[in-house]
């Protein structure tokens, strides 16, 4: 015991701890009286509200927290205890991270110039894009969470039912003013799709706990970071709030027609969600997941057996980590070894990508294309119909294999478009099923329109 403790202390006095004031001697006009002040940065795994990072005010009104920190770089932000409720500008909009280099016995003096919810930011949320509830009760976690709700530009007009998707990270998807650091303008991107002729999808967006966030995301438990949430919180998800959003939106139900998607820990539970509930979710987006959080990930996969139709869009950058790139090649062996077929699973590394939603959010068309790339764009065919081609592989590089549901009468009129609208390929042939040229084709989203007498079909693909 004699040992141990000298060498306790022989760690401790090697290791450079600063005791780092922060005082805050001005706030904005906005802040109601007690409204409480946090201090979030990458020294308390960005927790927007935890009890422990509370500043209190002292006789002069001043806000002020005294903390030990490592020497060295820092990053934070103040927060009321959300990230609905970050610091912004003064004229309400989005700031980045502070930075700071402490060394014990320092005080930083701050000032706080306004509330990015209060002092008149600008939402960038799409007209299309509400909030279903800012406390939607979870039963399974005993919490309540703000969801969002994205329907397509027809909705109202069409009388058509859609495809669903589930999203984490809510708070990140369509409005910068509420964005941890950026958002995926998943909103504008969608729409700037069914403009050019896509169907056109639902989107939810569930709001993550802040604090909660980690154990919410992953079911299995990290000794440093928590964890082992993940089925209650999917639970909530298939038990509670999809039979909500069924009764509520003209949705398509069944896997074929619903998914699931997020990115960093948010892609680790998609990864898990949409594995464990194959009958709920056939579409799963996966961007650079945490499969460092537990090693369990691996054992745990090589009980899967994963339903023929089920999809699955894998998604790194080659500027994160290596570590982060060796694992998604193991998940993408992984889920072959299972069963999966490769035109139905997409293992991709963009050597531009980063860890961040400024990489998330410009991929997240082609990983839709991928994952729903058998529904139809409006005006082809009723929603309700099933008659959509078949196009394998998806994404393609040389040739796109086709196979139409239902025989032709006449010869087959082929065109493919671009995403303007452009006709890029035309050929005709007889038969429903054969095969198309792409090769001149640049990499991107495309769509595909057969024609043959009265009989119209249209489809998606991505040409790698």
Request: aromatic fraction near 12%; charge should be neutral.
């Amino acid at each position: 015991m004699k040992y141990f403790s000298l060498l306790v202390f022989f760690l401790m006095a090697n290791t450079a701890i600063s005791q780092v004031t922060f005082l805050v001697d001005r706030l904005p006009a906005s802040t109601l009286p007690g409204d409480p002040i946090f201090i979030a940065g990458n020294f308390n795994n960005w927790d927007p509200g935890h009890p422990s990072y509370e500043l209190h005010a002292d006789s002069t009104g001043r806000y002020l927290i005294t903390l030990n920190l490592p020497d060295g770089a820092i990053e934070f932000k103040f927060t009321r205890g959300s990230w609905s409720s970050v610091e912004g500008s003064a004229a309400g909009g989005y700031i980045p991270n502070r930075k700071a280099n402490v060394k014990s016995g320092d005080t930083l003096y701050l000032q706080i110039a306004g509330w990015e919810n209060q002092t008149g930011g600008q939402s960038t949320a799409a007209w299309n894009v509400a909030v279903l509830s800012d406390s939607f009760y979870m039963p399974q976690l005993k919490r309540f969470r703000r969801i969002w709700i994205y329907l397509p530009p027809d909705y109202d007009s069409s009388g058509h039912s859609y495809p669903v998707l589930y999203m984490h990270d809510g708070q990140n998807l369509f409005d910068r003013k509420s964005s941890f650091l950026e958002e995926w303008k998943v909103d504008e991107r969608l729409n700037t799709l069914f403009a050019e002729g896509d169907s056109g999808i639902i989107v939810v967006g569930i709001d993550n706990g802040g604090g909660r966030r980690l154990d919410e995301y992953s079911p299995w438990k990290n000794p440093q970071y928590g964890g082992g949430e993940g089925e209650a919180y999917m639970q909530f998800i298939v038990n509670t709030l999809k039979p909500r959003i069924d009764s509520l939106y003209r949705t398509r139900k069944g896997p074929r027609h619903t998914g699931i998607m997020g990115s960093s820990m948010g892609g680790l539970i998609s990864l898990y969600g949409g594995l464990r509930y194959p009958q709920v979710f056939g579409k799963i987006g996966v961007f650079s997941p945490s499969l460092w959080f537990s090693e369990k990930v691996w054992s745990w996969m090589d009980t899967l057996q994963i339903p023929g139709p089920t999809r699955i869009y894998l998604l790194a950058g080659g500027k994160e980590s290596r570590s982060m790139r060796e694992d998604l090649r193991k998940c993408d062996s992984a889920l072959l070894s299972r069963g999966m077929a490769r035109e139905r699973l997409l293992f991709r590394i963009d050597p531009d990508g980063s860890h961040s939603e400024t990489f998330w959010g410009p991929a997240f068309p082609a990983a839709y294309a991928f994952l729903f790339s058998r529904q139809r764009a409006s005006g082809i065919e009723a929603a309700s119909s099933d008659n959509s081609p078949e196009l394998f592989p998806n994404p393609a590089s040389d040739y796109l294999e086709f196979d139409l549901i239902l025989p032709v009468s006449d010869s087959l009129r082929i065109v493919v478009y671009n995403t303007k609208g452009e006709a890029l390929l035309r050929l005709t042939q007889t038969g429903r099923s054969g095969r198309i040229d792409i090769r001149s084709l640049p990499g991107g989203l495309y769509y595909v329109h057969f024609v043959s007498g009265s009989q119209n079909f249209r489809g998606r693909f991505v040409k790698q």
